[in-house]
């Protein structure tokens, strides 16, 4: 029986995980899906090799660094469908806000104006380097599901996934659509 | 015949010639979705949203397109749907919208329409302009970042404020609302009325008072009377568990176009004094806290003992606590007046002197809009009754003329075509005027010469002249005499020159509420024994404290402190503008509902009950 | 030069953090680091906008405590606006503070760390989430859902949503709660209350059985800083600002508004999140922990009467009074719960949440304003500069998780050390799921949501000095 539940996968990318958090909040409802599908975790987009594809691919999150487009890629190459959640990973979100300005000049100041007089702005191979702009995850991949909202509500989110379940793909209409 | 018959996706309909076809669809209960068409306001087609297909070829917009015999209309296409989320999607990428953020969000005419048209994704990229928040003024906030460009501010500020402040200007997507000559809002001509961001589809104006405080469409509303002033402004307030979030004008059908003034829209909610929770006793230089039964004790205490009592109420209250508070004082055998009924009480004697009817008032405030000529007489009515104001300048921009006459500046000088300057007595300029009437226009050449031989008379015959030719070559002038005029004379010859002309007047008071003409008042002892003020959210009215100072002892009851109350020996706590209800009674002497908004939060839970108790403790 | 291990790790799932190791010539360990790879670029993009809606604006920084962040925020607009607010609105806002607390807190411990301490750390990562304790213990499970939505549906039931609520303005709230709603909750906090003390007890029993010491498990000395009420008590919303020594000696007391006299900010090449310490021990020795450990560490004891017992018991655990073990995290966030859950009784009985007046009118001015507050992770402060017309021209925060940042690469760094001993070119088995268990001991915010739904992968790569990679390992 277990073979046959669709597995699932998320993965936030630059968002404040609020997308998520209003997944729990379905509450009870997670125990029944916990029967439904099989929760992998968003390892799958890290090793592409030794992991099977998934089947719903669920991204939260707007698109600010190298590692997120990868990760956005990878996603996309291992699962059948692919959900945005959120406002970020819909279109963008809040953290476009920051497409106003040069990349270079928010790391200056927010680094180097808001901190001690020791400070350096972060720049090591060990961290991601910032796209030029914050972007909708429909910049860099394509997109089958949009479940808009900052964040959508559960009742929006568990409506999503049922229908994903019953096989279908859901389209939000104006009474569950929320920015 | 006066109606057409035509075709609405099917349905045969027939309208009133001139309508146009959303109207007659909307009358139909078919809604076609618009963004810059507003009920209020003159129609620009200026979104297209509103398109239609018109005889299978054609797509144009609705709320410009005149209903005709045989029209074929089709409001619901497919293709129309995908031109709309076009359109839609077009309006929202170019600017910077941030939903989660906006104030407008559940509030929005935007929003709404995308969510209508199911927009989930975007097929534009997003545009990113650089538009800077523009905080400067007290209450509004206009932030060009989710300005649509749909022009109703800008009609609206013109159309129904007849203000002018506001402008589309820039071309290409650079196009913008402009104030002025390109000033900050809060350094501009506007007038704080409000108007703007009341028709504003979206969260590009609003106020800064009303901020995330709630969202209407989730609010409860009461529709009621706004008691500031004598206009009798109809209200929609919102308010979010017994709060107020917002107010709004409820007219939008009338000639007022819903608009409010400051006092009605915002004041309520800028700041204020502290609520008066118990009734607060200054004795011996102390000061107590009582009970508000004791403070109904002491207070018909000392009614009781003392002979010369003054009664004096605010005008800002309902017909009910009028009554109720003069039946209490008279019961101690008060004198009682009313803020504004000692200028009602001249204007009734002046009347019977020179016998004028009341056929020379007019009945509806709103014919300003029709007059040829105005003759207002003191300009402060521009801050004290910016409804009128604004009725004022909506005529001068149809090309009514208006003339000034006021001790200080023109408060209207870029509207009126002619500011009379003139200190006290202003009487002798409109006696000058009436002479030259009666008199025939040589009589001027005799007057500038006596005038100068008696010297120091200011009025200079050429102003005489110039209102005598006006006033003469009309046939409909109406002269509007503003609140600070009270000497009998002025009103006299005022009057007079109504009469001798055959103008109409407009005549004002300090009172919002006009059942001041209905009640018996008779100007109150000016040194009492004990004053006794009714002040409700009255916080400094200039006669009030003068009455204060000259009584041995004096009642204040009020909603907040205020200089008033801390002038007084006893305080008691009163009701505010939203938590009275009863009637009013406006400027043109139609009664109106005042409804209670939100429950009473200070110290007293009923004012006429309390006066009813206060009446029987003779 | 050194080699450097790479824990690529407590990421993708956690979302945005990463881990590696720098070994020195000896192969022993040099520096742990612990990075942060995301930037969210709050402080400059609010910069422009208008105070009011900077509650709103700023709650977006986390999902986790969105109420944290919006009353902080808004508690710097009413300084900005020189507001004072009333006492219901207050209350209220200490209301929905404390159902946040509830909530993320029963979230932290019920669904990520419970099932590591159930089915022990070593059990498969499949199991070891939410999924697998509904199926191993289902009434420990409920239980969590149950604290979390209590605590979700208070804020639902006062800022309208349940993630990124809408109630504080500057100057107050925007709403009372309605009377039902109240009377709703009132009648579970019993349920509630009984339900952490069982699992507080579950937990003792736990420590006991447990194979670490709970003592000596990413046990490090720091300092700790936390709020105290005007009794020294526990305070989450308003009070003083206290740092302790590791002793528990008080270093300093002072209003929060003036933290940046006692607090530097240091950012560092590695990691997008900055490295506040403690000025007066400099950025090397000023080391210090926020949240329910510094909390319970720091305070003379707690207002509400279970709480305070459980408290008293809890220090008397062990050989020290003053809790360095991270694994006491979860303890002290479970006596937090109860608190909350008491306070929020109380609350709930105070006729001012119902009715009282809940806002004054707002005036812009030129000023600074500073809004600190205990979030579920430890202190939260909002710096905000204005000008006349309420422009914000300066912003500054700084979140839980950046207090914690120089004690979290302490703690991995021991934690690297006790498995790594300069005998090898591989990453040592078992030291994946004792960093995942260190990490999340502190709970940091930019973690949490994705991997309560799964399991929390890691990755390690162990790279040589010149620069190889050794050996890399993946744990899903
Ligand atoms: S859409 Fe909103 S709730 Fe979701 S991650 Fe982005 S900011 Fe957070
Ligand atoms: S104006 Fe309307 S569409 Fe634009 S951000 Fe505000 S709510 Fe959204
Ligand atoms: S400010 Fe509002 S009303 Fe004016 S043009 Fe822009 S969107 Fe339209
Ligand atoms: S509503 Fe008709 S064109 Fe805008």
Redesign the interface.
């Known amino acids: 029986m277990a073979e046959n539940k669709p597995k699932v996968a998320t993965a936030c990318m630059c968002g404040c995980s609020g997308c998520h958090m209003s997944f729990l909040d379905v509450d009870e409802f997670v125990k029944d899906l916990a029967e439904l599908v099989e929760f992998q975790s968003s390892h799958v987009i890290m090793d592409v090799k030794e992991i099977e594809k998934v089947d719903i691919g669920i991204m939260e999150g707007t698109i600010t660094n190298d590692e997120n487009v990868e990760v956005a890629k990878k996603m996309r190459e291992n699962c059948d469908i692919l959900v945005a959640w959120g406002d970020c990973a819909c279109f963008g979100g809040i953290m476009t806000m920051r497409n106003f300005e040069k990349v270079d000049k928010i790391l200056e100041e927010c680094y180097l104006e808001k901190s001690d007089e020791e400070s350096v702005v972060p720049d090591d191979e060990l961290i991601p380097t910032l796209t030029d702009k914050a972007k909708g995850l429909d910049e860099i991949i394509d997109v089958d599901v949009y479940i808009p909202g900052c964040p959508p509500s559960a009742d929006v989110i568990r409506y999503g996934l049922e229908k994903l379940l019953e096989g279908e793909i859901p389209k939000l209409d104006k009474d569950k659509l929320r920015y | 015949m006066n109606t057409v018959n035509f075709n609405v996706d099917g349905q045969d309909i027939s309208a009133k010639k001139g309508m146009t076809v959303m109207e007659a669809c909307e009358e139909h209960g078919i809604t076609i979705p618009k963004l810059c068409q507003h009920e209020a306001l003159e129609n620009v087609m200026a979104c297209r949203l509103c398109s239609v297909e018109v005889n299978g070829k054609q797509i144009l917009p609705s709320c410009g397109l005149q209903v005709d015999d045989g029209l074929k209309i089709q409001t619901q296409t497919d293709h129309l749907k995908k031109y709309r989320r076009k359109i839609l999607e077009l309006i929202y990428r170019s600017e910077n919208h941030?939903?989660?953020?906006c104030?407008s969000?559940g509030d929005c005419e935007l929003?709404d329409l995308?969510?209508?048209h199911?927009?989930?994704?975007?097929e534009f990229?997003?545009m990113?302009p650089?538009w800077?928040?523009d905080?400067?003024h007290?209450y509004i906030?206009k932030d060009s970042n989710r300005c649509i460009r749909c022009g109703r501010c800008v009609r609206a500020c013109d159309e129904v404020v007849g203000n002018h402040t506001l402008s589309l200007g820039g071309r290409g997507i650079n196009n913008r609302i402009i104030v002025d000559a390109g000033v900050p809002l809060?350094e501009s001509t506007c007038t704080s009325c409000g108007m703007c961001l009341q028709v504003c589809p979206t969260g590009a104006i609003f106020s800064?008072?009303s901020?995330?405080?709630?969202?209407k469409k989730?609010c409860d509303m009461t529709t009621t009377t706004c008691l500031s002033c004598s206009m009798g402004c109809g209200t929609n307030v919102y308010t979010?568990?017994?709060?107020i979030?917002e107010i709004e004008g409820a007219d939008i059908h009338k000639e007022s176009g819903g608009q409010l003034c400051e006092f009605g829209r915002f004041k309520p909610?800028?700041?204020?004094g502290e609520r008066i929770k118990n009734v607060i006793l200054r004795e011996d230089g102390e000061e107590k806290e009582l009970s508000l039964s004791e403070g109904l004790e002491k207070a018909s205490e000392m009614l009781v003992k003392s002979y010369r009592i003054s009664a004096y109420a605010s005008g800002d209250l309902t017909c009910e606590d009028l009554d109720a508070f003069a039946y209490a004082m008279r019961a101690h055998g008060a004198l009682f007046d009313v803020v504004g009924a000692k200028r009602h009480r001249f204007e009734t004697e002046v009347k019977r002197r020179i016998n004028m009817i009341e056929g020379h008032f007019v009945t509806d405030i709103r014919e300003i809009m029709k007059a040829d000529n105005i003759l207002l007489y003191d300009t402060s009515i521009y801050h004290t009754h910016p409804i009128l104001a604004s009725y004022i300048r909506r005529a001068t921009s149809n090309g009514t003329k208006l003339i000034t006459i006021d001790a200080y500046e023109d408060k209207f000088w870029n509207h009126s075509d002619k500011s009379i300057t003139i200190e006290s007595p202003k009487t002798q300029l409109t006696r000058l005027v009436n002479q030259v009437i009666k008199e025939g226009k040589a009589s001027i050449e005799d007057l500038s010469r006596v005038s100068s031989i008696l010297g120091g008379l200011r009025v200079h015959p050429k102003d005489v002249m110039e209102i005598v030719n006006l006033l003469e070559e009309a046939t409909y002038d109406i002269i509007i005499i503003g609140d600070e005029i009270i000497d009998r004379w002025s009103l006299r010859h005022i009057f007079e020159l109504a009469k001798l002309e055959g103008s109409y007047v407009i005549s004002l008071n300090h009172a919002g509420n006009q059942y001041i003409k209905n009640l018996e008042t008779e100007g109150v002892y000016e040194e009492p024994e004990v004053a006794y003020i009714l002040a409700g959210d009255e916080e400094d009215q200039a006669d009030m404290k003068e009455l204060i100072e000259k009584a041995d002892f004096s009642i204040v009851q009020s909603a907040r402190r205020s200089e008033l109350t801390e002038m007084a020996d006893l305080v008691i706590p009163s009701l505010t503008m939203f938590e009275r209800e009863g009637t009013t009674i406006d400027i043109n002497g139609v009664k109106n509902k005042v409804e209670r908004i939100t429950?009473p939060?200070g110290g007293i839970r009923s004012e006429i009950g309390f006066f009813e108790e206060l009446a029987k403790m003779r | 030069m050194g080699e450097i291990k790479e824990i690529n790790p407590v990421t993708r799932v956690e979302g945005h953090g990463k881990i590696s190791i720098h070994l020195d010539d000896d192969k022993q360990v040099k520096e742990a680091r612990f990075h942060v790879t995301e930037f969210r670029a709050f402080e400059k993009f609010v910069e422009g906008r208008v105070l009011w809606e900077m509650p709103e604006m700023t709650s977006r920084i986390c999902g986790i405590c969105p109420v944290s962040h919006e009353l902080a925020s808004a508690k710097a607009c009413d300084e900005l606006v020189a507001a004072d607010i009333p006492e219901a609105a207050h209350k209220i806002r200490e209301l929905i503070h404390m159902a946040q607390i509830l909530q993320s807190h029963s979230l932290s411990f019920f669904y990520l760390s419970s099932p590591d301490l159930v089915m022990g750390f070593d059990a498969s990562p499949e199991e070891r989430n939410i999924f697998g304790l509904m199926k191993k213990d289902e009434e420990l499970a409920n239980r969590g859902i149950k604290l979390r939505s209590f605590g979700q549906n208070i804020i639902q039931a006062l800022g309208g949503k349940k993630v990124h609520p809408e109630l504080s303005v500057p100057g107050g709230v925007n709403q009372n709660l309605l009377r039902d709603k109240g009377e709703e909750f009132l009648e579970k906090t019993d349920e509630l209350k009984s339900y952490i003390q069982d699992t507080l007890s579950l937990l003792r029993d736990l420590y006991e059985d447990m194979d670490v010491d709970v003592e000596e498990f990413a046990s490090h000395e720091t300092g700790y800083m936390g709020l105290v009420d005007e009794n020294g008590h526990l305070e989450f919303y308003d009070g003083d600002l206290r740092i302790v020594d590791g002793e528990g000696t008080i270093l300093t007391e002072i209003d929060p508004k003036r933290y940046d006299d006692v607090i530097g900010e240091r950012s560092l090449n590695w990691s997008y999140m900055k490295f506040p310490y403690y000025k007066k021990l400099g950025f090397e020795n000023g080391v210090y922990r926020v949240g329910p450990l510094a909390r319970l560490n720091l305070i003379d004891g707690i207002s509400t009467e279970l709480a305070h017992e459980e408290w008293i018991r809890y220090k008397e655990i062990g050989s020290k009074e003053i809790k360095e073990g991270s694994l006491f995290y979860h303890y002290a966030r479970l006596i937090e719960s109860l608190h909350t859950v008491e306070r929020i009784e109380e609350l709930l009985q105070d006729e001012d949440i119902y009715t009282g007046k809940i806002n004054v009118p707002t005036q812009a001015r030129e000023a600074r304003g500073v809004g600190v507050i205990e979030a579920p992770r430890g202190t939260l402060i909002h710096d905000y500069v204005s000008d006349a017309h309420g422009v914000i021209k300066n912003a500054n925060f700084i979140v839980a998780t950046g207090h914690n940042n120089l004690a979290i690469n302490k703690s991995i760094q021991s934690v690297a050390e006790e498995y790594i001993d300069g005998s090898h070119e591989e990453i040592p088995e078992g030291i994946l799921n004792r960093l995942e268990s260190v990490i999340r001991c502190y709970d940091p915010c930019l973690s949490c949501s994705t991997h309560a739904v799964g399991n929390m992968p890691l990755m390690v790569d162990l790279v040589s000095n010149d620069g190889r990679l050794l050996d890399s390992k993946e744990r899903y």
Do not use: W
């Open positions: 941030y939903c989660m953020f104030e969000d929003q995308m969510y209508e199911e927009i989930d994704r975007f990229p997003r990113y650089e800077p928040v905080s400067s007290d906030i809060g800064k008072l901020m995330f405080k709630g969202v989730e979010k568990t017994g709060h979030v909610l800028a700041n204020k429950e939060k």
